[in-house]
Structure formats: C-alpha cells, structure tokens
C-alpha cells in the first residue's frame, strides 16, 4: 500500500482534467477543481517540488487525459551500450524524451538518439512498453508509458546537447551511476539480456 498515493494523485488529477474538459455545469466545474486540489496535495506532500509548481503542471493539462509517452534509444557497439550524461542530474541514461506530435514512435526515438548524443541510428525492434510506475522509478507528477526501441548504429559521432554533455559506450560491468527517472539498472540488464536473445519478444505490462 505503501506506493498506492502515486497511482491515487494520478487518477484524481486524470478524473479533473478529463471531467473539466467536458463539463460545462458551474457547480461540477468547481468539484473537478476541488478533485485537482486534493491530486495536488497528494503529490506535494511526497515529492520535492514546490506545491505552485505542482498546481501549474496540472493546470496547464487539458483534454481527454491520457498517459504520457516517453521514448529511449538502446544502442549497442561491440557490446557496450550507448548512455548519455545529463546536464541536469549529471547522471547517465539512455539517449531519449518525450515523443513529439506528428512523430512516429520510432521516428521520434531515432531524432532522440542523435539531439542527444550525435549518433546516427536506426529503429529496429520495440524492446520495451513499460508503465512506469511498475518500474521502480521515483515519482512522477504524471502518467507515463516508457517506449525502448533497439537502434542500429549507422554512423555519427559523440556530440553534446542542450540537454546532454557526454555520450559514451559502457560494457555491462561499468555502468555509471544513472539517472533513476529516465532509466533504471534492472532495465539496463534487462536490454544486454535481449542483446544476447535477439529472438526474444517485446516485454511489456
């Protein structure tokens, strides 16, 4: 039960959003006002951000709500995978981010992987569909899937980033410390598996 206040804030504030999107009654406006309230003093007594900047993020959401979609190259070369330095944590993580409209999955994975790194690539098999509070990541203000595709290295060079400041290949045994909210160390030894098991299916929850 422990755990269960994320997934709590993330439906009030989905039952909100979707509930103010559609309604046009006075009275139920200010209930799904009260219901975003409640999701964000939820999440603010749990995380550390301030609790404006919590209530700004919900407010500033509207339509239907749906989960959020968060992309992440996986790169091999000579059995060494593609990671990325943050600038904003200073730790390591797949090459990726949020998918943009009008980008497929693997199109916005591939554009990802070079913004990120400089690294030329090539989608070649969705790995991962992952829901992210299953993962043993820190908290979220939303919901989100995490897509990994397996990218063919085409060519390219490391290139820094507004977002990112080194990229560099690392063998299975000296992974440097990550950056938890983009990538996990289960996932990591999770896709070295699949890179020995081409034959293996799409892992998903």
């Not at 919900?58 to 239907?64: D, F, I, K, N, Q």
């Not at 904003?88 to 999955?105: H, I, K, Q």
Request: charged share 25%; with cysteine.
């Amino acid at each position: 039960m422990e755990s269960r206040w994320l997934e709590w804030a993330q439906r009030l504030q989905a039952i909100a959003q979707s509930g103010l999107t559609y309604t046009q009654n006075p009275f139920e406006i200010e209930r799904y006002e009260q219901v975003r309230e409640i999701a964000v003093e939820v999440l603010a007594a749990h995380v550390d951000l301030p609790i404006e900047r919590i209530r700004d993020l919900y407010a500033g959401e509207t339509g239907y709500a749906t989960p959020k979609v968060d992309v992440r190259g996986v790169v091999f070369r000579d059995d060494a995978i593609l990671l990325v330095k943050e600038r904003r944590d200073g730790r390591w993580t797949l090459p990726g981010g949020w998918a943009d409209v009008n980008d497929s999955p693997a199109e916005a994975t591939v554009r990802e992987v070079y913004e990120e790194s400089g690294y030329r690539t090539q989608a070649t098999k969705l790995l991962a569909c992952y829901d992210r509070n299953k993962h043993g990541h820190p908290p979220s203000t939303f919901h989100i899937y995490k897509l990994f595709f397996q990218c063919e290295l085409l060519g390219g060079a490391p290139a820094p980033s507004v977002e990112t400041e080194g990229a560099t290949f690392y063998r299975r045994d000296e992974i440097p410390p990550l950056s938890l909210p983009r990538v996990t160390p289960a996932q990591i030894e999770r896709f070295f598996e699949h890179s020995y098991h081409p034959e293996w299916p799409t892992d998903f929850d």
